[in-house]
């Protein structure tokens, strides 16, 4: 399938199906099968019930669980009355939660039954909050999900929306230490489809991999507080396939839903990919319905690809993006995935059509010639709308016509393949969630032990990267690392707490007393072509 005229907006998705395919299944969680016909009712009940609570075109609403059906209904019934959905990342500490619900003035929040104990103790530290839903079953006094949509009409509310407005808000980790809201419009989610069909002249062959038809079965795995959970399932939807929502990522539970649910498309981060093949049932699992499996979010080892190709025997899709760009805006086609490990095979591919890229000299911003290593820059239909709230961090990370800096150093060769070699921002990507140093030493500095600390990626088998903190102890202070790491684990969550700390006399400084943290990285990079992992 490809651009549908018909979808303006995503509230037009559910609708759409339910005209043209009503009985197809669009979603199946666990026992819970729905076709497009209960799709778009269930869109159109969250629709109306969002209204008699009052919620307005704009109005932040928000979402605390793991993955589900409903999440999907949430997003699209948000969509048919112009509501935002922040999807917050569960994993998150509870003080981190409470600034992203502050910072979005979040109305209304869903919740998991399991999460109720989170959210609770947070909500004399909510004024915008205004009610609580629980998705899974009741908690509290709050009602629950079924009984909230139960009474409500099947019709769809008379809202009409542009495709420019923000449909999804969601929290990037911020290089000072607080995340930012990058909101991404209904147009970014789909303008890959649109492109794809409108600009048929500059089209790409290999972009094959991103057409769909009936029999498509997608596997939506990865978390929907990340874009390549709720834009993977957004594809899956608008293009009328199969979706199978999944909990939470569990290698043996997804080997088993593509051995017996005939899985043809999904989306994975290296470190996933590696759980797969180290799951004993990997050997006996049929893999033959997989036509794509597309990954990111980290360089992927080129010994953990091999085995991967081998065992799975399908096309292999490579993405580079950000949040800021609604997903992948480079691609590694899979005839370019040549197990013999050609320099290609260490880029991150090339343009998607309809995106542009340029290496750019880092502070000056002027165009760099091929083969010259500078920051990223991308300029594509599906840039954010901006940062929520945040006027100064936009203008700096997007500072004109419609371009976007991605934070990322590297270069491209003379056929357009993207190579990233290290980052200019100071981030770390660990299991494939951004983590930046800044946000960690900031939870760190409040220990009584701690004079100064300095947090860095170091290369990690299983995650790609993982993080270290290199500690300077106050003046008889008790050298503890692991009074520190609980201390910091009440204040973070758990996923960005250093896994290691080491203790030094001092921090390396150049003459204006800035720490060099590549001299700190050195020695656990040594060997290696990039300084990312």
């Not at 290296?270 to 980290?298: E, N, V, W």
Request: hydrophobic share 40%.
């Amino acid at each position: 399938m490809t651009f549908i005229p018909e979808i303006e907006t995503m509230a037009d998705v559910p609708r759409y199906h339910a005209r043209v395919r009503p009985q197809s299944i669009a979603l199946i969680d666990g026992e819970r099968v729905s076709d497009y016909a209960r799709f778009q009712e269930r869109t159109a009940k969250v629709a109306n019930a969002l209204l008699g609570l009052d919620v307005k075109p704009g109005s932040r609403i928000a979402v605390i669980d793991q993955n589900s059906d409903r999440y999907f209904e949430i997003l699209f019934g948000a969509a048919k009355v112009g509501a935002v959905l922040v999807s917050v990342n569960w994993r998150l500490a509870p003080p981190e939660i409470a600034y992203i619900l502050n910072d979005a003035r979040a109305e209304v929040v869903f919740i998991g039954q399991g999460f109720a104990g989170l959210i609770k103790p947070l909500l004399a530290e909510l004024p915008h909050l205004r009610h609580v839903i629980v998705v899974d079953g009741s908690a509290e006094n709050w009602r629950s999900y079924e009984s909230w949509i139960a009474e409500e009409s099947a019709e769809d509310p008379p809202f009409r929306g542009s495709a420019q407005d923000t449909i999804v808000q969601m929290y990037t980790s911020g290089t000072t230490g607080n995340p930012k809201g990058v909101q991404l419009s209904h147009f970014a989610l789909y303008a890959h489809d649109r492109n794809r069909a409108l600009l048929k002249e500059q089209f790409d062959p290999q972009l094959t991999w991103n057409e769909w038809d009936a029999s498509d079965v997608s596997l939506v795995a990865m978390p929907g507080f990340h874009i390549s959970g709720t834009g993977w399932g957004i594809v899956g939807l608008y293009n009328g396939a199969k979706s199978i929502i999944m909990t939470a990522f569990e290698p043996g539970a997804v080997l088993d839903l593509i051995h017996n649910e005939g899985v043809s498309k999904l989306v994975l981060v290296p470190a996933t990919i590696q759980m797969l093949l180290r799951h004993p049932a990997c050997a006996k699992t049929d893999f033959s319905s997989i036509k794509y499996l597309l990954y990111g979010a980290s360089p992927i080892p080129l010994d953990l690809l091999r085995e991967a190709v081998d065992m799975f025997k399908c096309g292999f899709i490579q993405l580079y993006g950000m949040t800021e760009t609604a997903g992948a805006v480079t691609y590694l086609p899979a005839e370019d995935h040549d197990m013999s490990g050609t320099t290609r095979m260490r880029s991150a591919g090339r343009a998607i059509t309809g995106a542009k890229i340029e290496i750019r000299h880092p502070t000056e911003g002027h165009t760099l010639p091929t083969g010259s290593e500078g920051e990223i820059w991308i300029r594509s239909d599906t840039c954010m709308n901006g940062y929520w709230n945040m006027a100064e961090a936009t203008a700096s990370t997007m500072p004109g016509d419609n371009w976007v800096r991605t934070g990322d150093a590297g270069y491209m060769d003379e056929d357009g393949y993207v190579y990233i070699q290290d980052r200019v921002k100071d981030m770390i990507v660990s299991g494939g969630e951004n983590i930046y140093p800044a946000e960690v030493e900031s939870a760190m500095y409040g220990h009584p032990a701690i004079a100064e600390v300095a947090v860095i990626a170091v290369p990690d088998d299983r995650w790609g990267e993982a993080v270290k903190a290199i500690v300077v102890a106050k003046a008889d202070a008790v050298k503890d690392a692991q009074a520190i790491l609980d201390f910091t684990r009440t204040r973070i969550a758990g996923y960005k707490v250093p896994k290691s700390i080491d203790f030094v006399d001092a921090l390396p400084r150049n003459a204006t007393g800035k720490v060099l943290k590549r001299e700190l990285r050195k020695p656990f990079w040594e060997g290696r072509e990039r300084q990312v992992n």
